[in-house]
């Protein structure tokens, strides 16, 4: 009963959405039935149309988001231990990270052109703040306690980044990569919207210039469950990865 | 759903970001004499990539002609509306949804399933109801920035440990007085970084929604820009939208600090 | 007179089976007397306490005020708990505290005012009224609790592990000022420990709880003359022997 | 009376010419028009604004409205707006890179085509192109490319050809960065045929026939001012797009006609139905509500 | 022999008065005994241990280790931290931690477990190897610090407030574990705490500290004898003496 609730209230406004658009309260061809857009997305889905370009636009999300997280974890965790370098960067970083990333799309293309390497580069750009934020903040707010421990015990600075700098930043360097997934798509989707033949924000874009309404919403939704599995899978390999996190936090 | 942590900050932990030591500023001044020099010798494209000074010389130009600054107020304008409406939605909604467990398992599924919505391709939607400029723009955004605040007030609303709401209890409070003085201000430094998230959302997507279609604002002006092939034009447009989102964030980051002033560290988080 | 009969409380956890924290505890507690718990960690202290200012139903058994079921946290009683830094409001600062949790008592602005400085005053904290929980250590965080606890005006006081966590000098005194104004303003006092030394020194009466489930153990009247000093007190026969019955009790059990 | 306001949606480009003179000259107020102009980003903003009733009137390529009729929309063009006539008005161009061994669109089998927007006219016209090369119209793969940036998607290679239009073929080929390798790539539309021209919902039409028919007289009045003074409708377009004043000297602009045939509409429906773009054709009459008739 | 030369510690802060945590304090822990040291709460003995530990530089005086002068953490010692809970690496397990931190101590893999191992057995925590610290109560946590502490095989255990946090049944059972331990295996001990019984019980001699900037005010042997008793030792004439003589000593200065 519990659960049924949510189910219930998700029902009842898909149920208004029918009723309005049949009985001609909004238009409808532009808010086509709710049974309309669940038809269309099934047989565009068991087609394999849909899931095909959505998952060339997932594909790149993820390339940019691993990229975003090979580059910028380290280069965060080195700035978070080094102040010298930490005040080297900052200015940079700063003059960077307020240019929200929909307004360089023109920019890389003009420079990278419009092939899938302009799109990396616009979602890599997307991406890389929070990651960069999260690993700043993470290595910087080590529990001091830890370092001291570590010098205590006389271990090597080797062993200091492996064993206490790296797992004590990860929930932070994590938290910033769940803030960069959403963005990964939805500026993989943007990208796409500019300039490529494939990818499911192309999808959309052309269903919607020719008309064809009912196919755009079902690409919308497409998008979103991905979405929706794209955040819950991350959830899950980042629980798996911390769970002496989880347990941390929430045990003691 | 575990609700993403509120994104991290740089000047977090301390409060004020570090010094910005010499070094950090002739860097960035290497690095914009080295992209002058790589476009003045067409090592770079220069029509892709115009020089510094020239991209400086037509900032200044649009800035002086007040014709950016035109613009830039279109895009702030409509960024704080969005910001405004869909900041105070999400918030709203996320916090009733942690207060009242049962309002929040009926909404659930709902929100869970518009959330991953790109806001972008309901744009021509938008402009069946809502024209061409404010309120589409305002209505894009306020989507786009409700979740990050719902999410954010979700989590907040739980902040408050078992200790309080019993210290409330025990004292005889009502369950109104706990609410607003126990859960809303436990929540608040939550809620604020969620909303500093959407702020900056709120920017991107109005500049997008701009770009896609409104006849005016910076994304507009950016893309016009780049459609009439003055490269020039279009970096100023972005280091405008660039100065726009900082200054916006630099604004909200001091009246955060203020709110929280009870905070031991006033920004943390 | 406080009364707490055949008290028992499990906590089911969705699938998991249910612990049962306690196992049917019974004292009771007379107007205007000091009464130390005492028991093992993890016996169900804290689960009694909330039992019985009402903030958890118990699974069996009872809790009388003056003969009325208490089903609600009442007005004569104030809980003071285990973490203080914990369940002071970081938002107000320690006067805000005090005046926040009189929102529903009775009199002027100016008398809760009144109140509330003067039980700061009480405890010794009379300069930092205006200073935010963060900025106190930890002992005079569990004095800011405390003062809150004094200004309700409760006629009864539950203390949970006050000092726990307060570092051995502040305890002293801590203890001493509990006892002095609970005498003074002839609370009634129930006051959770698994310090033996400080269960015995500070009570008139040590009810010593068996592991969980827990039970009562032990009733045991404490007979060392007021008022109660640090060093005397604690070298008396007296203490000494109640001391080590208790431990004796507890060990074996 | 005051005259009641109209807001016209356009696309800031040579084919809305008519729009920036008919403004310039006074046109709109002389038919007793109070006219605002949205500069828009294309028809598929357009279109919904129209539905919706924000603008009155829009500007919109024939395939977009062609598309939209076969989907249930009751759009109608009621002006003709620019029309492209073999050899004096293409400004629609294939072009190659400046160093490309591509002789004919034969040899673009297998290789990528930029063209600015996937199913409008210019998809078709690429597969008409094809069709006429005798190749498969799907052996050449379409890719989406809005025109300012074809000339550096030809010079870095990323595609073999793209269908560019004015200002960006004068701007490419004076440059030295591309050449031209099918000067007409539209002509299977029939000659002339309509490029695209100014729509609105039939109901509005229906509703506001004063309306409708003085915005078609002052449209029609520019485009005879454009034939009648090519040198100033040049100048007046520099002005309003911010077109370098060179390159508006020099580049091809469409014709303006005067009247609205179907002739120049029917070969566009023809061959978006042959291409697929369109389940079946349908008479070109059905979407023209030229008021007044 | 550990000698600690007119050791003087004061922080600068940037901008403000630098504070003089130690004014020169000089004492000595002879091989194999077990130094008490007691002060009041921030009178600087954490910081004391730190400088002794090599962690941190003295602003004057010295530290030295049989003649040697201490400049970075020597092998020969392990330090406790005030808070397990915070030295415990939360992403190891228990045996994880002590075996990282015998990384880069000499032998082979399976003997460094072994010691591991052992280790955890002295302190009872066998079964509870594979258990992350979270998943301990906070005495458990305290246990395994210290078995962490003395797998590492160092002859001197530095402990700061090692049972601050600790219930008291824990704690007592932990002081004796510690004394077992540190006899037996002949270890030289600094105990810091800042509650004067556990000081008397646990050690040989006590050090008292003055409040901050901290001097040595006493030095005191205690002449009970070994192995102690948490009744009967407690209730030792010499135990009362010596606590009374060094609780006069703290409330004076
Ligand atoms: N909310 C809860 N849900 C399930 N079990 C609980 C809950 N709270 C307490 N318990 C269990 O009930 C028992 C008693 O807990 P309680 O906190 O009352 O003990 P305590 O005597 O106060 O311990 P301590 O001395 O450590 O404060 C413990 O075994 C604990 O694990
Ligand atoms: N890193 C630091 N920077 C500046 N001052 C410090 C620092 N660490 C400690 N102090 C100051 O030095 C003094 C001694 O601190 P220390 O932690 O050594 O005391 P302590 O005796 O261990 O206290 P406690 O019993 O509370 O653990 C205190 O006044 C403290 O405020
Ligand atoms: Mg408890
Ligand atoms: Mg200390």
Not at chain 2, 55 to 65: F, H, K, V
Not at chain 3, 97 to 126: H, Y
């Amino acid at each position: 009963m519990k659960r049924l609730s949510g189910l219930l209230v998700f029902c009842a406004l898909a149920a208004a959405w029918e009723g309005l658009s049949r009985w001609g309260v909004v238009s409808r061809l532009y808010f086509p039935p709710v049974s309309t857009i669940a038809a269309t997305f099934w047989d565009l889905t068991v087609s394999g149309l849909l899931p095909g370009q959505a998952l060339s636009t997932v594909s790149r999300a993820v390339a940019g988001l691993l990229l975003a997280l090979a580059v910028m974890a380290p280069l965060g965790l080195a700035m978070g231990v080094s102040r010298r370098l930490s005040a080297l960067l900052t200015p940079t970083v700063e003059l960077l990270r307020p240019v929200p990333p929909p307004a360089i799309i023109p920019a890389a293309m003009l420079l990278f052109g419009i092939g899938t390497g302009m799109k990396l580069v616009v979602i890599v750009f997307a991406c890389s703040f929070p990651i960069l934020v999260g690993a700043v903040d993470g290595a910087r707010s080590i529990d001091p306690g830890f370092r001291l421990t570590a010098a205590a015990y006389g271990l090597s600075r080797r062993d200091l980044l492996f064993g206490v700098i790296l797992p004590a930043a990860g929930p932070s360097v994590a938290a910033g990569f769940r803030t960069a997934v959403p963005m990964a798509l939805i500026v993989a989707v943007l990208s796409e919207m500019i300039g490529a033949s494939s990818g499911i924000g192309h999808y959309i874009l052309r269903m919607q210039r020719t008309f064809a309404i009912p196919e755009m919403y079902a690409g919308v939704a497409m998008l979103g469950l991905w979405g929706l599995a794209l955040n819950a899978g991350t959830q899950q390999v980042l629980a798996r990865l911390l769970r002496w996190h989880a347990g941390w936090k929430g045990g003691i | 759903m575990i609700p993403p942590d509120p994104p991290p900050s740089i000047e977090g932990v301390r409060g004020g970001s570090s010094p910005p030591a010499a070094g950090g500023l002739f860097l960035l001044i290497f690095l914009l004499i080295l992209w002058e020099a790589l476009s003045r010798l067409a090592l770079l494209p220069p029509d892709a990539v115009p020089p510094v000074s020239v991209i400086g010389e037509e900032l200044w130009g649009l800035i002086i002609s007040g014709e950016l600054v035109g613009q830039a107020g279109l895009t702030i304008g409509r960024a704080l509306a969005g910001f405004g409406v869909g900041g105070v939605g999400g918030v709203a909604l996320g916090f009733a949804c942690g207060v009242f467990p049962g309002f929040g398992r009926a909404m659930r599924m709902t929100v869970e399933f518009l959330r991953p919505m790109p806001s972008v391709a309901l744009i021509p939607i938008g402009i069946l109801f809502l024209g061409l400029g404010f309120g589409l723009c305002v209505a894009v955004a306020g989507f786009a920035c409700a979740w990050p605040a719902y999410v954010a007030a979700v989590a907040g609303a739980a902040t408050a440990g078992p200790e309080l709401r019993d210290t409330a209890r025990v004292y005889g409070l009502r369950r109104w007085e706990s609410i607003v003085f126990v859960l809303a201000p436990a929540a608040l430094p939550q809620i604020m970084a969620g909303l500093r998230t959407g702020l900056a959302v709120a920017v991107a997507v109005v500049v997008t929604t701009e770009m896609a279609a409104a006849p005016n604002g910076l994304g507009s002006f950016i893309l016009e820009a780049s459609m009439a092939g003055r490269p020039g034009r279009m970096y100023a447009g972005i280091v405008a939208v660039g100065l726009v989102g900082a200054g916006l964030n630099a604004v909200f980051v001091a009246l955060r600090r203020r709110a929280l002033a009870w905070m031991p560290e006033a920004g943390q988080r | 007179m406080l009364t707490i009969e055949g008290l028992t409380k499990s906590y089911s956890q969705n699938g998991s089976p249910a612990t049962c924290a306690l196992g049917g505890v019974s004292f009771s507690v007379p107007k205007g007397a000091f009464v130390s718990l005492v028991g093992p960690s993890g016996c169900g202290k804290s689960t009694l306490l909330q039992c019985v200012c009402g903030l958890m139903r118990p699974t069996a058994g009872r809790v009388t005020l003056a003969g009325r079921e208490i089903s609600a946290p009442p007005p004569e009683m104030a809980l003071i708990f285990q973490n203080a830094a914990a369940s002071l409001f970081p938002w107000f600062t320690i006067l805000g505290n005090i005046r926040f949790v009189l929102r529903r008592a009775p009199g002027s602005k100016a008398q809760k005012l009144e109140t509330a400085r003067s039980a700061l005053a009480a405890v010794g904290l009379a300069d930092f009224a205006e200073h935010y929980p963060w900025q106190l250590s930890g002992g005079m965080q569990q004095r800011a609790a405390l003062a809150r606890g004094l200004a309700y005006g409760a006629e009864i006081l539950l203390l949970d592990e006050p000092f726990a966590s307060v570092d051995a000098q502040t305890r002293e005194d801590l203890e001493d000022l509990l006892a002095g104004v609970a005498r003074q303003q002839g609370k009634t006092v129930l006051f959770v420990t698994h310090d033996i030394d400080e269960a015995v020194y500070l009570a008139d009466t040590v009810v010593a709880l068996t592991p969980p489930p827990a039970k009562v153990a032990a009733i045991l009247p404490i007979d060392l003359p007021h008022p109660r000093d640090q060093i005397a007190s604690r070298e008396d026969r007296r203490f000494l022997d109640a001391r080590k019955a208790i431990h004796a009790l507890l060990r074996r059990v | 009376a005051d005259p009641a306001p109209l807001k016209i949606g356009y696309i800031p480009v040579g084919d809305c010419l008519q729009f920036y003179v008919a403004e310039e000259q006074g046109y709109f107020a002389a038919q007793g028009l109070a006219v605002t102009g949205l500069p828009m980003k294309g028809g598929a903003v357009i279109a919904p604004a129209v539905e919706g009733g924000e603008l009155a009137i829009g500007w919109s390529n024939t395939v977009s409205i062609i598309l939209a009729q076969a989907k249930g929309f009751d759009f109608a063009f009621l002006a003709p707006g620019a029309e492209g006539v073999a050899a004096t008005n293409d400004v629609h161009a294939l072009l190659v890179a400046a160093d490309s061994k591509i002789a004919s669109v034969k040899d673009l089998a297998g290789k990528t085509v930029a063209i600015n927007t996937l199913g409008n006219i210019n998809e078709a016209a690429m597969r008409a192109l094809a069709e006429q090369a005798g190749i498969a119209p799907d052996s050449i793969r379409l890719v989406e490319v809005p025109f300012p940036d074809m000339a550096a998607a030809l010079s870095k290679g990323s595609v073999q050809a793209a269908l560019v239009l004015e200002p960006f073929v004068t701007d490419a080929v004076s440059r030295g960065a591309a050449k031209i390798l099918v000067p007409s790539p539209h002509a299977a539309f029939g000659n002339p045929y309509l490029i695209g021209g100014w729509f609105a919902k039939k109901a509005w039409i229906k509703a506001h026939p004063a309306e409708a028919a003085a915005f078609t007289r002052a449209v029609t009045q520019a485009s005879a001012f454009i034939a009648a003074h090519p040198d100033k409708a040049r100048a007046i377009l520099s002005q309003r797009t911010k077109l370098a004043p060179e390159l508006a000297a020099k580049i091809v602009l469409p014709r303006f006609p005067e009247t609205l045939a179907p002739a120049a509409l029917q070969g566009v429906v023809d061959v978006s139905a042959r291409f697929g773009l369109l389940s079946k054709p349908f008479p070109a009459a059905d979407l023209l509500a030229v008021p007044g008739n």
